[in-house]
Nanobody, 123 residues
Framework: VQLQASGGGLVQAGDSLRISCAAS????????TGWFRQAPGKEREFVAA????????RYANSVKDRFTISRDNAKNTVYLQMVSLEPEDTAVYYC?????????????????WGQGTLVTVSS
């Protein structure tokens, strides 16, 4: 599976942004997909994950109630809708995928990774 993240950019605090992760290569609907982020000088951290059906999701406490993960298997795309963005959300956002049904929140659980898209939130 090849993953391509896009949609990042420069926004102001309080703004909304939607980033996307397009997949190619295999039947994407069979994969659990997650979003992670890495801020400068920090380790990569879990943001959100969604099961292959789109019926189960999980979020980091820091983004719960502000971020929404969703997927459109017909388009082989997973989305991360972000609202009420804060400067602390500034990071490179990566999408990742692993074949299976169980939600995964650890980086080592994922096999396939996209190249990342930069989200910068100014105060």
């Amino acid at each position: 599976v090849q993953l391509q993240a896009s949609g990042g950019g420069l926004v102001q605090a309080g703004d909304s942004l939607r980033i996307s992760c397009a997949a190619s290569g295999r039947t994407f609907s069979a994969y659990v997909t997650g979003w992670f982020r890495q801020a400068p000088g920090k380790e990569r951290e879990f943001v959100a994950a969604i099961n292959w059906r789109g019926t189960d999701t999980r979020y980091a406490n820091s983004v719960k109630d502000r971020f929404t993960i969703s997927r459109d298997n017909a388009k082989n795309t997973v989305y991360l809708q972000m609202v009420s963005l804060e400067p602390e959300d500034t990071a490179v956002y990566y999408c990742a995928a692993v074949h299976g049904t169980a939600l995964a929140i650890m980086t080592h659980q994922y096999v396939y990774w996209g190249q990342g898209t930069l989200v910068t939130v100014s105060s």
